[in-house]
T-cell receptor, first 114, second 111 residues
Framework: EPEVTQTPSHQVTQMGQEVILRCVPI?????FYWYRQILGQKVEFLVS????????KSEIFDDQFSVERPDGSNFTLKIRSTKLEDSAMYFC????????????FGQGTRLTVV | SQQGEEDPQALSIQEGENATMNCSYK?????LQWYRQNSGRGLVHLIL?????REKHSGRLRVTLDTSKKSSSLLITASRAADTASYFC???????????FGTGTRLKVLA
């Protein structure tokens, strides 16, 4: 069964460093998303992406964050200068259509900023 | 503002019993999805119900949607220890490209 894959599963980084989280969405999906979940808290929407541009973003997704689809298969989230409060589980998701189809999530990348 | 609010926050039942979780939301939605999350793991998609549907089934899962009350329920029948997890509803508003997650219900099924 097709699935969303994320790498790495766990990343530890120094405060102020840049990190890139990688995702391979399901191949025929057109909509891509990043979410995050701080330990013990809700799953929060960061950004959605369609047709090579951002469709929607939340207040959390400030200038420190960027997304890219560098080739036909990968979808990346970059955090330019990490802060301690960026420590969270980051989930990538994809869906075939827009909000009328199921969104499938990857297993997540646990980011720890020290 | 809070969108999905699950109720109860935590639920503990015996294996074989049914578990019912509720989700309330505030806006007009296109669809509502339910997800399961095992501790510290990824989100597993369970079921999607569209705003023009009232009930859907998938195996031991039954989901209802009442748009007049802005609420949905997830029923797991004949629960198993392996059903122990957190369950979240996620709603999608018309014209948006995002899903908003609720606070989740932590289900514990005792063997």
């Amino acid at each position: 069964e097709p699935e969303v894959t994320q790498t790495p599963s766990h990343q530890v980084t120094q405060m102020g460093q840049e990190v890139i989280l990688r995702c391979v969405p399901i191949s025929n999906h057109l909509y891509f998303y990043w979410y995050r979940q701080i330990l013990g808290q809700k799953v929060e929407f960061l950004v959605s992406f369609y047709n090579n541009e951002i469709s929607e973003k939340s207040e959390i997704f400030d200038d420190q964050f960027s997304v890219e689809r560098p080739d036909g298969s990968n979808f990346t989230l970059k955090i330019r200068s990490t802060k301690l409060e960026d420590s969270a589980m980051y989930f990538c998701a994809s869906s075939e259509g827009g909000d009328w189809t199921e969104a499938f999530f990857g297993q997540g990348t646990r980011l720890t900023v020290v | 503002s809070q969108q999905g609010e699950e109720d109860p926050q935590a639920l503990s039942i015996q294996e074989g019993e049914n578990a019912t979780m509720n989700c309330s939301y505030k806006t007009s939605i296109n669809n509502l999805q339910w997800y399961r999350q095992n501790s510290g793991r990824g989100l597993v998609h369970l079921i999607l119900i569209r705003s023009n549907e009232r009930e859907k089934h998938s195996g031991r899962l039954r989901v209802t949607l009442d748009t007049s009350k802005k609420s949905s329920s997830l029923l797991i029948t004949a629960s198993r220890a392996a059903d122990t997890a957190s369950y979240f509803c996620a709603t999608s508003d018309a014209g948006t490209y995002k899903y908003i997650f609720g606070t989740g219900t932590r289900l514990k099924v005792l063997a």
